[in-house]
């Protein structure tokens, strides 16, 4: 760790936007190393007043308010990456010498161990898991850290070969100094837009990933998520459901059989892997394409490949005996990951249709990106939430209902034998449930009531 960089924040008036889960590991990072702060969050209730004063004496803390005079006079503001500044109102009253860093951005600024980044709009916690999952099998000593799991700041000390990092839109935003051995942006569709305004500025931030590492892993099927790249090309490899070519990855068809492969060379069969759907072969062939450059064995990556089964509330299979495959994909909150649910899943229907329901807080999504997997692919519609009525009406014969148990009773009246009940909401969960888990585990508790009514 160089601890020489921490010498620019001695003295500094610092200041840590958030009192959640990533505002205190940097409170306790910068009174590890005798650095003072302020802690400010507008939630009245956010921090117990008295513990904190008890563990940090020397820190300042503002609770039920912005305290706008002590950022206007910030050297150094460290924002957690939920806080909008410009919804916040706060930009405007940041001075133009105050340097605006995330967490991410003080960990890289002080150590110098590998890094293996993930971002993208949809896969990307599936990604970073199951690469996790086979450091481990292969023996390596890898951290998960970032968007998902520890704040990278409590890992800083962890005896570790190297980190994988899940990024988020909102950490990238303020992330300068990273140094990753691997970066990749997994695909880009409309997220966050609440925030990010633009599709086109989303996809910007997405990319600085690209310009913070030394070798890039790109899927050659969506080139909104590579198209500012500036890398030689022999730093840059590819991933992709067509037939791949040189040393890059994509699917092969042998006969009937489907397989993940490097260029001419077959790695294992689609068909043994426990994860469904083409949206997870793209997954697959992502964390293929990420292991070879760590030159891992492509043999023994496949293998542990086998014993992954995946995330809760991603594509994840309910187990009933009624004939029908009900899917809680709650993960779904953007349009882009409900679209490669259905587009996934259809390609497994041997008879039968998919009965879709969705709904919920849109953040600013635009809905026509559903429209065509819709028409071809869905069978019914059931909505629910804030932007459910929106949704409806992309579809003839659409059903909107009052809540998730109700979408579930409608749906088990009119499936049948064969068909796939999915839900996929392409919207945020928070206008009716405290977080998508909670939405996932309503979604089951409602199918596991039925099948004991039945």
């Known amino acids: 760790m160089n601890l020489d960089v921490l010498k620019q924040y001695k003295d500094k008036r610092i200041v840590v936007l958030g009192a959640g889960l990533t505002g205190m590991s940097c409170v306790r990072f910068l009174k590890h190393h005798q650095i003072t702060c302020l802690l400010n969050d507008n939630r009245e209730d956010a921090v117990n007043e008295q513990e904190f004063a008890h563990v940090f004496p020397a820190n300042q803390l503002v609770l039920g308010m912005w305290d706008l005079d002590e950022i206007s006079h910030a050297d150094v503001l460290i924002v957690s990456p939920g806080i909008d500044l410009h919804a ?43 690469l996790s999952h086979i450091a481990k099998e292969l023996g390596v ?24 990092f899940e990024l988020s839109s909102f950490q990238l935003e303020t992330l300068e100094s990273m140094d990753a051995e691997i970066a990749t942006v997994l695909n880009i569709s409309d997220d966050h837009l609440d925030r990010h305004q633009t599709l086109e500025n989303y996809a910007t931030i997405k990319q600085k990933v690209y310009q913070q590492c030394q070798f890039a892993v790109i899927n050659r099927d969506d080139r909104a998520s590579y198209n500012q790249l500036n890398l030689p090309k022999e730093n ?23 397989y993940l492969a490097q260029g001419e060379k077959l790695i294992v069969n689609l068909n043994e892997l426990p994860l469904a759907g083409l949206h997870n072969a793209l997954n697959y062939l992502a964390v293929m394409a990420i292991s070879a450059r760590l030159n891992w064995s492509l043999a023994d990556v496949a293998q542990a490949c086998k014993s992954f089964y995946g995330l809760e509330h991603r594509c994840q299979r309910v187990e ?22 259905i587009d996934g899943l259809y390609p497994t229907l041997s008879k039968g249709k998919i009965i879709l329901i969705a709904g919920g807080d849109g953040k600013g999504a635009d809905f026509n990106e559903l429209a065509s997997a819709l028409a071809h692919k869905v ?17 003839d014969h659409s059903l909107f209902v009052a809540s998730l148990e109700d979408a579930v009773k409608e749906a088990h009246a009119k499936a049948e034998p064969g068909d796939i009940v999915l839900l996929s909401p392409a919207c945020a969960s928070l206008d009716m449930f405290r977080n998508f888990a909670e939405r996932g585990n309503v979604f089951v508790q409602a199918i596991n009531a039925l099948q004991e009514a039945t």
Not at 97 to 121: H, M, N, R, W
Not at 145 to 164: K, Q, S
Not at 320 to 341: E, Q, R, Y
Not at 379 to 388: E, N, R, V
Request: overall charge negative.
């Open 88 to 130: 916040e109102n706060l930009s405007q009253h940041i001075s133009t010498y105050c340097k605006v860093i995330g967490d991410i951005e003080l960990f890289c600024q002080v150590t110098a161990k590998p890094i293996i980044a993930v971002t993208g709009s949809n896969g990307k916690s599936t990604v970073v898991s199951l």
């Open 320 to 341: 009933t005996a009624d004939g029908i495959c009900w899917i809680n994909d709650s993960k779904a909150t953007n349009v882009g990951a409900t679209v490669a649910a």
């Open 379 to 395: 069978g019914q519609l059931i909505t629910i939430g804030k932007d459910g009525p929106v949704i409806a009406r992309l579809k």
């Open 141 to 164: 000593n890898m951290a998960l850290a970032g968007n998902v799991g520890t704040p990278v700041l409590e890992l800083i000390n962890a005896d570790v070969d190297g980190f994988i």
């Open 236 to 258: 840059v490899s590819s991933f992709g459901l067509d037939t791949p070519t040189d040393d890059n990855f994509g699917l092969r068809n042998v006969g009937e059989q489907c």
